[in-house]
Nanobody, 125 residues
């Protein structure tokens, strides 16, 4: 499974960005796609994830009400709409693919099987 992120950039506080994660068409029957971010000197943290079923989606507390994850009509693209951005949202954003569903909330980076190359998001104050 190949993942390609796009949509990162530089935005002012309060602005919006939409990240896209395009997955290869040959995927597994049951899967989840998650977004993670990593700021300099910090650990990678989960932001949101979505299954290809009715469970979820799930969000980190820090982004609830501001970020929205969704699947595109073609089902091989996952979006992360980010509104009301804050400087603390700055980091490299990665999408990741997990074989099997996620139930109950965000899970660890180690639980994902495939990763994209990342896209930089910078929010200026």
């Amino acid at each position: 499974v190949q993942l390609v992120e796009s949509g990162g950039g530089l935005v002012q506080t309060g602005g919006s960005l939409r990240l896209s994660c395009a997955t290869s068409e040959r995927t597994f029957t049951d899967y989840a796609v998650g977004w993670f971010r990593q700021a300099p000197g910090k650990e990678r943290e989960g932001v949101s994830c979505i299954n290809n079923n009715e469970h979820g989606p799930y969000y980190a507390d820090s982004v609830k009400g501001r970020f929205t994850i969704s699947r595109g009509n073609a089902k091989n693209t996952v979006y992360l709409q980010m509104n009301s951005l804050k400087p603390e949202d700055t980091g490299v954003y990665y999408c990741a693919y997990k074989v099997g569903w996620i139930v109950g909330g965000l899970t660890r980076p180690e639980d994902y099987h495939y990763w994209g190359q990342g896209t930089q998001v910078t929010v200026s104050s």
